[in-house]
Every structure is written in structure tokens, then in C-alpha cells.
């Protein structure tokens, strides 16, 4: 019997604010253990948590930014778990009256658009990390972590392949990162994700029993575990099994996922509304302020990439897929607006090549970039205007890459000008006609692939720098002769 998946993803995005969620410790990355703490995140007797008004700015930018509709009043609930990196003895999460409810992600794959609905966001602070491995026979615990701002972000069980899973997470990536709420970094853990995972047959609309897989961190394991979960839960009933309801880990090394808690030690959180703070209200005008300053939003920008730039759609979402590089693309394009496609070309094979090459993955400023977005504009200028060939462009653009200097410099200083003049072309052309007579011969005679030849023999005679459609006319005109 066919089957098909059926996936709802759980995302945990923390939040770029400067401090925690509840008190005023910081929030950066990098500390020595336990240095961010206070009596209110150490979980201390007697503390009370104050609000951070930021974080529910930045909860509202999300919510706006995936169709939400916010809930003028939410709930702070308390949920109860032991364990060491959890000094309270509680998390301090959303339950169920959660800030946003019932939005869309509009997934963009091949200029395909699908949405997936989204059931809730809500707010709740982190947890510390515990650390195992650091020294023999001892656990150890950091809490600067704890009280870090979060965003839980739970899809509906919307999504279809694991392919498409991949899609929507780095849609719903590409929106924080435009809003500005968290940096996306799935290595670093600033971007998680917990995949439930169910099959059914073909056309049924029933939900058949889910696993949910933990630990992955990166777009790669997202993809690969819930392949391998369909994979296995498809043997499962093929064999006459049931799949069991669980907590599975993925093994990255070893590419399998694990049983971790079945049903039976399933948590029960004994969630009760937090009796430390009010409930959480949210009035129209906060609504507005927060929609007001709102960017422009990948699909939009997409959707102005095609309309205002003639792109073709695949460009318009490679392009859009982050915001430094579509900032990067229309700031080339403002150096040489007669050429937007053109300009598309280089970003997507040049810029994000050596994107990919260098590892810059994550909350790139284009600042630090070694060629500005002018200097880009301004090289690709230069080739519409004849002053360099396509081929000597990128050597120019290697050279730019490395010395940050301005495309003409460059050209000037190596002397890589395109060869225009009509004389000095003549001559290269009958030099090179001259020493290949039996060529000259047999391409009069019918075999005119040797066209190709003869330019490549007079590109290399001017070391890559003739023009070569006048190559081109020239040497049909004489060869015709
Ligand atoms: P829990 O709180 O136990 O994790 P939820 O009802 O909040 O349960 O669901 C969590 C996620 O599981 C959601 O993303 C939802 O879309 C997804 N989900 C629910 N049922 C199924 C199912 N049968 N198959 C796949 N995913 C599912
Ligand atoms: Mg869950
Ligand atoms: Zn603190």
C-alpha cells in the first residue's frame, strides 16, 4: 500500500535580545560558565520575574510576520520538571492561552508557494545546559543559558517529505532572520528543532500515531532523520507492527534515530498558571506600533524581485533566501541598473559560491564582505559596456575578491582592457589564419565548427582580451573572403 508522511515540526528560536527574559542578565554568547546569572535565574527563594518588554515586541514581529492572530490576553504557565540545569524546578513557558495562534509560513521551493499553518507561537525562557563530557566521573551545569528569551514556533501537521520539511524551516529561518528576532545559527543552537513524524495510507486524512525526533541540529540532520524515520516506520507496518508512539534521538554519526521515552514515561508537566505574573496584555495600538515597523518580507521581496527586476522566480527566491544577500543584490543592481538579471547571475554564482566556500553561513553583514555590492555593479557595468569580456571579468572579480580594490583599478593596472580596435583584431586574425592553412582549408570547404577554433586561437593570441564578437564577425568576413 502507498503511504504518505505526514510531518508537524516544533521550532525553539531564541531571541535576539540583549538581555533575559525575566531579569537583567545578559544574554551573550560566549561567557565563562555561570557568569550570567542572578538570584532571579539562578531560581533563588524569593525572587520575583519581571517581564521583558522587548520579548514581546519580538514574539509580535513573529506572529505578525506569519499571519498570526494575537491574543489580547495570553497566559505565563509554569512547567514542571526536575532537572539539574533547571534550578526552579519549573520552566516558565505559554500553555493554553499562548500569545499567537493560527498563522501560515508561505514555503517557497522552485517558485512553488505552499503554506503550512501554524498552530501557536509562544514565549518561555531556556533552560541551562548541562555538560557531561567536560570531566571525568562529574556533570557539570552553566545556567547563563536559563532565562534566555525563546520563541516555540509549532507547525501543523502541514508537511509532506522531508525534502519539504528542509523548505519550510529555511522559509521560516529567512522570516526571523528578516525581522530580526533571532539569528538562525542551527549549529550553535540558536535555531532548534524537534521533528513528529507519522505515515499513513495514501488519501486517508486520518493522523495515525507520531514519533518526535530530537536533537537535530542542522538543516542536514532535519532532513536525513525524518528520510529515515519514514523509511522505518514504513517497515514497521509493512511487517504488521504498529509504530509505537516515542521520543526518538537522532545519531548523526551513525545516521539512525533511537528510541529515547515511549508513552508509558511520557511527561506529565502539571502545567498551572504562574501565580508570580499578571497576565500578559496586549492591546491594539502594540499591535500596530509593531506592524508599523515591520520590514519588507521575503515573500513581498520575492514577489518585487520578479515584478520591479523581470527576474525569473528561481532567482527571485534564491536571492530572497536571506536578507544580506537580497540587500547585497539590490545594492549592485542600484550600481548598474540597466543589467538586473545580469547582476542576478553573479550574485548567485560569484557571492553565494564563495558563501558556501568560506562557511559564511549565518547573520552575514555585508559590510565585511570583501567586494562591496558597488564594486560588483560597477565590474558588471564594465562588461556591458565592452570595456572587459565575460572571462576577463572574472579574473577581475578574483582579484576584487582579495584586495577589496574597485574593478577599474584593477583593469588599469593589469592592462585587461578589451581589445576593440579593428586594426589591431585584423592583425591577430591574419596571424593566426596564416599559420593554420590545412584549418583555413577545410573550413572553406564545409567544416564550419572550426569557427570555434579560430576564435580560441585569437582570444589566445591577445591573452583573453579581444572582444569577441568582433572576433567573431571579423573572422566570418575574412574567412569568407
Ligand atoms: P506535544 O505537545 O505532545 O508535542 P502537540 O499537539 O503540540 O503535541 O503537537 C506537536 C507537533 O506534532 C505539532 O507540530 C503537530 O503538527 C505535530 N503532530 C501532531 N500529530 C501528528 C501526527 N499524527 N503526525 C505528525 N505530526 C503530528
Ligand atoms: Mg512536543
Ligand atoms: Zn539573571
Redesign the pocket.
Known amino acids: 500500500m502507498p503511504y504518505e508522511s505526514?510531518?508537524?515540526?516544533?521550532v525553539h528560536a531564541q531571541l535576539l535580545t540583549e538581555s533575559k527574559i525575566f531579569c537583567g542578565c545578559s544574554t551573550r554568547f560566549g561567557a565563562s560558565p555561570n557568569q550570567h546569572t542572578c538570584p532571579v535565574c539562578l531560581g533563588l527563594p524569593g525572587v520575583l520575574p519581571v517581564l521583558n518588554k522587548k520579548v514581546v515586541d519580538f514574539a509580535l514581529r513573529a506572529a505578525l510576520a506569519t499571519h498570526c492572530t494575537v491574543a489580547p490576553t495570553s497566559r505565563w504557565a509554569r512547567k514542571n520538571y526536575f532537572y539539574p540545569d533547571l534550578p526552579k524546578g519549573y520552566q516558565i513557558s505559554m500553555y493554553e492561552l499562548p500569545i499567537a495562534e493560527h498563522g501560515y509560513v508561505e514555503v517557497a521551493d522552485q517558485g512553488q508557494a505552499k503554506k503550512v499553518r501554524l498552530?501557536r507561537i509562544h514565549m518561555e525562557e531556556d533552560a541551562g545546559k548541562s555538560i557531561h563530557d567536560a570531566e571525568a566521573g562529574a556533570s557539570l551545569v552553566d545556567l547563563n543559558r536559563t532565562g534566555v528569551p525563546l520563541l516555540e514556533i509549532?507547525?501543523?501537521?502541514?508537511i509532506r517529505s522531508a525534502a519539504e520539511a528542509g523548505h519550510y524551516l529555511r522559509s521560516l529561518r529567512a522570516l526571523l532572520q528578516y525581522i530580526e528576532v533571532c539569528d538562525g545559527n542551527m549549529e550553535e543552537g540558536s535555531l532548534r528543532c524537534d521533528a513528529?513524524?507519522?505515515i499513513r495510507p495514501q488519501g486517508s486524512a486520518e493522523?495515525?500515531?507520531?514519533t518526535?525526533i530530537k536533537n537535530l541540529n542542522s538543516f542536514r540532520a532535519v532532513e536525513k532523520a525524518i528520510e529515515h524515520e519514514i523509511q522505518r516506520q514504513s517497515e514497521v507496518v509493512e511487517t504488521g507492527d504498529r509504530v509505537v508512539q516515542e521520543t526518538r534521538l537522532w545519531d548523526a554519526d551513525r545516521e539512525v534515530t533511537r528510541p529515547m521515552r515511549s508513552k508509558e514515561f511520557a511527561h506529565d508537566y502539571r502545567y498551572f498558571p504562574d501565580p508570580d505574573l499578571l497576565p500578559l496584555v496586549v492591546d491594539q495600538a502594540w499591535v500596530e506600533h509593531v506592524r508599523a515597523e515591520l520590514p519588507e518580507l521575503p515573500a513581498a521581496r520575492r514577489a518585487r524581485f520578479i515584478h520591479d527586476y523581470g527576474l525569473p522566480a528561481y532567482d527571485a527566491e534564491v536571492l530572497t533566501a536571506r536578507k544580506d544577500v537580497a540587500d547585497y543584490f539590490e545594492a549592485s543592481v542600484r550600481a548598474c541598473p540597466a543589467a538586473p538579471k545580469v547582476v542576478s547571475n553573479w550574485v548567485m554564482d560569484s557571492v553565494l559560491r564563495f558563501v558556501k566556500e568560506e562557511k559564511l553561513d549565518t547573520a552575514l553583514k555585508i559590510e565585511t564582505w570583501p567586494c562591496s555590492p558597488e564594486h560588483l555593479g560597477m565590474l558588471i557595468g564594465l562588461i556591458q559596456d565592452g570595456t572587459i569580456s565575460t572571462t576577463i571579468a572574472k579574473t577581475v572579480y578574483e582579484e576584487m575578491r582579495q584586495t577589496g580594490h574597485p574593478p577599474e583599478e584593477i583593469i588599469e593596472a593589469k592592462g585587461l582592457r578589451q581589445v576593440s580596435d579593428t586594426d589591431t583584431l585584423q592583425a591577430a586574425i591574419t596571424e593566426v589564419l596564416t599559420a593554420n592553412p590545412d584549418k583555413v582549408e577545410a573550413y572553406r570547404g564545409g567544416k564550419e565548427k572550426l569557427l570555434g577554433f579560430f576564435v580560441g586561437q585569437v582570444m589566445r593570441a591577445t591573452q583573453g582580451k579581444a572582444n569577441p564578437q568582433m572576433v567573431n564577425t571579423l573572422l566570418r568576413q575574412k574567412l569568407s573572403q
Not at 154 to 158: C, F, I, W
Not at 207 to 210: E, I, M, N, Y
Open positions: 505526514v510531518i508537524g515540526l516544533e498552530t509549532v507547525s501543523e501537521p502541514d513528529n513524524v507519522s493522523l495515525c500515531t507520531r518526535e
